[in-house]
């Protein structure tokens, strides 16, 4: 173990934004002797992400090197990461959640200080990221050579040749680098494929998750599994039902069996059940956790819209009784009603719902019990949907649907209300 405190500088550029992209990080003693520097390509990703990459390297590198507790000052001139890692700003970006998540786990394991340098400040991981970048785009692997042990120079910088050098892939040998790319330069890469050149659709290593879409992932899943519960007197009568608290039809028993029933099976394998506190929702938990043997969890943020007024009123009568109040609220998120919650506020709090599952049961598989809005708003953010694409999904009584959360990339939508267990 290297005794500490610790300074950590990061960074992380994309040549297109989004683009090519690739971090990197130094970690010194506060003597300025060079611990550990990291660097990596990371296909093609935006600059936030990028940087937040970088952080995540840089923690986990001080982690490595000075154990759990070690005092470290984060130095980046990416105001967005600082002040957010801070808890200053809000994370909005559903891309980079994963990430602030995991970044603030590692933070909390230290004892971290932040603190924004400008950009003229950072060059030495700077050139660390480009020199990722370029060596990705020759199809080259960016591999530091021995820590130097000598002080750094107060001013930041450093020379190219001996703090970091691109490793040749089978085929070839790079040339050294020391420059970082000319402003918008763009790497050959068409975006289908990782920058290393490896094939995404080859099998995953033992132990390691596929993932979905072009790019393997570098990190497993924390997959949440979104369970709407059974039918209840209200939904059978396809009457407003928020938070008014009716019990599960036996109709409504039923569907919960027949999901229970499929999600003991492989592939789902639940560590951990989360629902909502009303009872229709606790109840279908309970008949799917007494099936798992998985705990349940109550959270108080996956519970059904606030109707208000028209709780247990069919859409007819709220159109007869309520005709400019309805209008408004199907045109706008923001809007409530009478005495009710609105889709806006509903979004805030799952969104806070979702801050928490990842934090605390990251790379696990999750069930979620909830109800209609909370589950489309979790499938909302992942998709980076608008608002509006609310009143675009429909969701039926005990459907399925399925998200998987990467660290080092965005959420991706599984299934969308699969309903083969209700057959």
Known sequence: MTTGPFIIEADGGSRGNPGPAGYGAVVKTGGGRIVAETAESIGVATNNVA???????????????????????????????????????????????????????????????????????????DRLANEAMDAAAEGLTWTATATPTEPAPDDGLFPADGHGQRSAAPSGKAAPSGEAAPSGKVAPDDGLFPADGTDPLAAAPSGQAKGTGWRGPVTAATTLLLLRHGETPLSAERRFSGVGDPELTPTGVAQAEAAAARLARKPYDIDVIVTSPLTRARATADIVAARVGAPVIVDDGLRETDFGAWEGSTFTEVQRNWPDDLTTWLADPAAAPPGGESFESVSDRVQDALERLLADHARKTILVVSHVTPIKTFLRLALAAPPAALYRMHLDLACLSAIEYYADGPAVVKSLNDTAHLS
Do not use: C
Not at 70 to 91: P, T
Not at 96 to 114: F, K, N
């Open 51 to 125: 940087e937040y990459r970088g952080l995540i390297a840089g923690l986990g590198s001080v982690l490595a090197h000075g154990g759990e507790g070690a005092a470290v000052e984060v130095r980046m001139d990416s105001k967005l990461v600082i002040e957010q890692m801070a808890g200053r700003w809000k994370v909005k970006n559903e891309g980079l959640r994963p990430l602030a998540i995991e970044a603030a786990g590692l933070a909390r394991r230290l004892r971290v200080t932040w603190t924004w340098i400008p950009r003229e400040r950072n060059t030495h991981a």
